[in-house]
């Protein structure tokens, strides 16, 4: 079974402060995939970031960063300089097989991140 | 491209109604998904289909029927509606329903049962 463990249930920072999203996650497989989505207030989930079990580089895209640990089991997610816009719910999931032939996204309880002005 | 669609956004139901919940994708992808999310609860799969003509359940089918009607379509039916299934349901999509894919979300439905 697969377990995504997001522990961080609601995180506040003020503007402009660093602010890292823990996720860490359970699977048996060698092969699977990590995701980050965004929740903004007005509900939609937005795709962030996709990256593969082999891939353990760590990816920036501009005020993001993502850290993968194999070896911790960890995926996560760091915003600098955060600002009001990023203040959203974030969920962690993760990929794997799920057995009959299919894969399944299994997500963490996500965390929510107030950025205050 | 409009992406996934919903209809509708919210809706309102008593005990026993039933509804269908409506979701289209213009991405010409094969899988089609529909999860229901609970406060602190994350996303859980109710069911999906990897492919036109297939559904299968996840891991929260009790009360809900689906149709693939075609490959756009994939409509979510509660046929007497309970108070627990009071939630936010999203459909989302992906090319193929294999391990590299990226699942794309449509904007919700939030749905009341009174």
């Known amino acids: 079974a697969q377990k995504v463990t997001q522990a961080q249930t609601e995180i506040s920072v003020v503007e402009k402060e660093d602010v890292t999203l823990d996720c860490v996650y359970e699977?048996?497989?060698?092969?699977?995939?990590l995701f980050w989505y965004k929740q903004p207030p007005s509900g939609e989930l937005v795709f962030l970031i996709r990256r593969n079990s082999f891939d353990e580089q760590n990816e920036i895209s501009g005020r993001y960063s993502w850290n993968f640990q194999k070896s911790t089991s960890s995926f996560n997610f760091t915003i600098t300089a955060s600002q009001v816009v990023d203040s959203a719910v974030y969920f962690c999931a993760l990929r794997g097989y799920s057995g009959a032939g299919s894969y399944q996204l299994t997500f963490g309880k996500g965390t929510k991140l107030s950025v205050i002005p | 491209n409009a992406g996934v669609t919903q209809t509708p956004k919210f809706q309102v139901l008593k005990t026993g109604q039933s509804m269908t919940l409506q979701c289209a994708q213009d991405m010409n992808h094969n899988s089609m998904y529909w999860y229901r999310q609970d406060p602190g609860m994350g996303l859980r799969l109710i069911y999906y289909s990897a492919s036109e003509g297939t559904t299968d359940k996840g891991e929260v089918p009790n009360g809900y029927n689906v149709s693939r009607l075609n490959k756009r379509e994939f409509s979510l039916r509660l046929e007497s509606a309970a108070p627990s299934q009071t939630s936010v349901y999203f459909c989302?999509?992906?090319?193929?329903?294999?391990?590299?894919?990226?699942?794309?979300f449509g904007p919700g439905t939030r749905l009341t049962v009174l």
């Open positions: 699977t048996r497989d060698t092969t699977y995939y």
């Open positions: 989302a999509s992906s090319l193929e329903g294999s391990l590299t894919d990226t699942q794309y």
